[in-house]
């Protein structure tokens, strides 16, 4: 849900915005520091000011704009699709692409409080190595769901025995809830 680049291109402004502040101190700042002492020297150095406070932000401006009115509704249906299977007091163990969707829905617009979010960046600071070791946590005291990345669903079945709740074909993402241990 959040693979769209706009807001990751934002970062690229900060270059061309400190090159504009080094260019505009060297044409007009210093132009205008040639100028004898009077109200016309001062009264440069604050259009000169304001221009450099008001237009960074109005250049800036038009690109958030741009980034803010994506039509990608993808994390509104991750949140749509997967809020309402959940059971009551559950923890979702996430990678990181829909985990800032699934918090926006928790702790924004207030869906779902009794659910807690568990990103995959957030794991090691618990001592967990991975997924599993969150679902290993809780499993057994609440209900355990994941949203895996491509490549972890199979690595947590050779612990879990999970059930697909919402099909990725049919739904944003594919949710599993673990429903118990792998027995050997």
Same mark, same amino acid.
């Given at each position: 849900?959040?693979? !769209?680049? $706009? $807001?990751? /291109?934002?970062? %690229?402004?900060?270059?061309?915005?400190? !090159? @504009?502040?080094?260019?505009?101190? /060297?044409?007009?700042?210093?132009?205008?520091?040639?100028?004898?002492?009077? %109200?016309?020297?001062?009264?440069?150095?604050?259009? @000169?000011?304001?221009?450099?406070?008001?237009?960074?932000?109005?250049?800036? *401006?038009?690109?958030?704009? @741009? !980034?803010?009115? %994506?039509?990608?509704?993808?994390?509104?249906?991750?949140?749509?699709?997967?809020?309402?299977?959940?059971?009551?007091?559950?923890? /979702? /163990?996430?990678?990181?692409?829909?985990? +800032?969707?699934?918090?926006?829905?928790?702790?924004?617009?207030?869906?779902?409080?009794?659910?807690?979010?568990?990103?995959?960046?957030?794991?090691?600071?618990?001592?967990?190595?991975?997924?599993?070791? !969150?679902?290993?946590?809780?499993?057994?005291?609440?209900?355990?769901?994941?949203? $895996?990345?491509?490549?972890?669903?199979?690595?947590?079945?050779? *612990?879990?025995?999970?059930?697909?709740? @919402?099909? $990725?074909?049919?739904?944003?993402?594919?949710?599993?809830?673990?429903?118990? +241990?792998?027995?050997?």
């Amino acid at each position: 849900p959040i693979q !769209a680049t $706009p $807001p990751y /291109v934002l970062i %690229s402004n900060w270059f061309p915005l400190c !090159a @504009a502040a080094v260019g505009a101190q /060297v044409l007009i700042v210093n132009s205008i520091l040639k100028i004898d002492y009077g %109200s016309y020297r001062q009264s440069l150095f604050l259009i @000169a000011y304001a221009a450099f406070i008001v237009l960074p932000f109005q250049l800036a *401006k038009a690109n958030w704009t @741009a !980034a803010d009115m %994506s039509s990608n509704h993808e994390g509104e249906a991750a949140v749509q699709d997967i809020f309402p299977l959940l059971k009551p007091n559950a923890v /979702v /163990v996430s990678w990181w692409g829909p985990s +800032p969707a699934f918090c926006y829905g928790r702790y924004v617009e207030g869906l779902r409080p009794d659910v807690d979010i568990i990103d995959d960046s957030q794991l090691s600071n618990h001592g967990w190595s991975d997924g599993s070791d !969150a679902m290993a946590y809780y499993f057994g005291k609440r209900p355990v769901y994941t949203v $895996p990345f491509w490549d972890e669903l199979e690595r947590y079945q050779k *612990k879990f025995r999970v059930k697909m709740v @919402a099909d $990725p074909d049919r739904s944003a993402q594919a949710l599993y809830e673990i429903v118990g +241990p792998v027995t050997h």
